[in-house]
């Protein structure tokens, strides 16, 4: 049996600046949606023009990634701070389709 760290295939790279551009990749789903939260708390959005989500390298989205990208967006609105993002491959944006979230959220056009 794999050891549970071999199981979860996530990363979430964050780039820092005036654009601040926060890459994710794998499986955003319950067990890795807090480290997207997390980054995001990491970014001093005083200092932040606009936020640029990138979900295109994403494999997979849960109910829990769902939420934690509402959770970006919410975060950014209250910051009073642009996002964008990235949409990502056919079955993640699925997802976002399936829940109405494509018209709330403000995707880019690829």
């Known amino acids: 049996m794999k050891p549970a760290s071999e199981w979860i295939q996530f990363a979430v790279d964050v780039s820092p600046g005036p654009d601040t ?11 890795t949606a807090p480290a997207i939260e997390a980054a995001l708390r990491d970014v001093d959005l005083r200092s932040v023009r606009r936020v640029v989500l990138d979900l295109e390298p994403l494999d997979f989205i849960d109910a829990r990634g769902l939420r934690a990208v509402l959770i970006v ?3 950014c609105v209250n910051a009073s701070v642009a996002l964008v993002i990235r949409p990502g491959r056919r079955r993640v944006q699925r ?16």
Not at 95 to 110: A, I, N, Q
């Open 73 to 75: 967006h919410a975060t």
């Open 21 to 31: 551009l926060i890459t994710v990749s794998g499986e955003l789903d319950i067990a």
């Open 95 to 110: 997802v976002f389709e399936l829940t109405g979230t494509d018209r709330l959220l403000p995707f880019s056009r690829r």
